[in-house]
């Protein structure tokens, strides 16, 4: 069976560091990857997307931006956080021959 | 544009009680998935259910069910019998569009069973 992996579970950074959020998928090849940000109080936003290797779509223009170095690793980055960047923050995947998106456990940033 | 509308913002029900979860849509394609998601206070969005626009068939699976019409772009889910784990936050999701990869979420609805 299919599982998502995300890490780490909890992260508090000071405004200005540096981010690098990790997600990995297990028992699927070639799926297609996605971030979504769940801001306080607000609905989830898709933040980018993947369809392969290298592939990065992005949805909303801002200071993160994602990377996909292996076919199942998804990676979100910033290399200066701002306050508003607090959020919590979900990876899932999709199958190409499928619609439906499966969502991992979830980062809950703290940008103080 | 899509949109999706869950005008419940917080429901509260007594355990053992029928509650309905309401989600309106808005979109101009006629190939359209739809999707319930629960999330618990431990924050990971699982997967409930998709139905397709081509497919109004109502389901039900133990104490859930879903009621799809086109007719008035309704997605409506309802949980019979509700019991304290059923409390979370559900939202209601639309994909639309060929080739389209963005789920348009609702704001979702709080559900508190209180024993």
């Known amino acids: 069976s299919q599982t998502i992996h995300q890490w780490p579970a909890t992260l508090v950074q000071p405004v200005g560091s540096p981010l690098s959020l990790e997600c990995t998928v297990e028992g699927t090849s070639n799926p297609n990857l996605y971030w979504y940000r769940q801001a306080a109080g607000r609905g989830l936003q898709l933040l980018f997307y993947s369809v392969g290797i290298g592939q990065i779509s992005s949805e909303v223009p801002q200071n993160l931006s994602a990377s996909r170095p292996q076919d199942r690793q998804f990676i979100l980055s910033s290399k200066k956080l701002l306050l508003s960047d607090s959020g919590f923050y979900l990876c899932?995947?999709?199958?190409?021959?499928?619609?439906?998106?499966?969502f991992g456990p979830g980062t809950r940033l703290l940008v103080l | 544009a899509q949109k999706v509308t869950q005008a419940q913002t917080e429901i509260s029900v007594v355990e053992k009680e029928d509650v309905t979860l309401d989600c309106v849509y808005e979109?101009?394609?006629?190939?359209?998935?739809l999707f319930w998601y629960k999330q618990p206070p431990s924050g990971e969005l699982v997967f409930l259910i998709r139905?397709?626009?081509?497919?109004?068939q109502n389901e039900i699976s133990g104490r859930y069910s879903w009621n799809f019409q086109k007719s008035t772009s309704s997605f409506n889910f309802t949980i019979t019998a509700s019991q304290v784990v059923d409390s979370a936050v559900y939202f209601c999701a639309l994909l639309s569009g060929a080739g389209s990869y963005q789920l348009t979420f609702g704001k979702g609805t709080k559900l508190s069973v209180i024993p």
């Open positions: 899932a995947w999709s199958t190409r021959d499928t619609e439906t998106q499966y």
């Open positions: 139905r397709n626009s081509f497919d109004e």
């Open positions: 979109t101009r394609d006629t190939t359209y998935y």
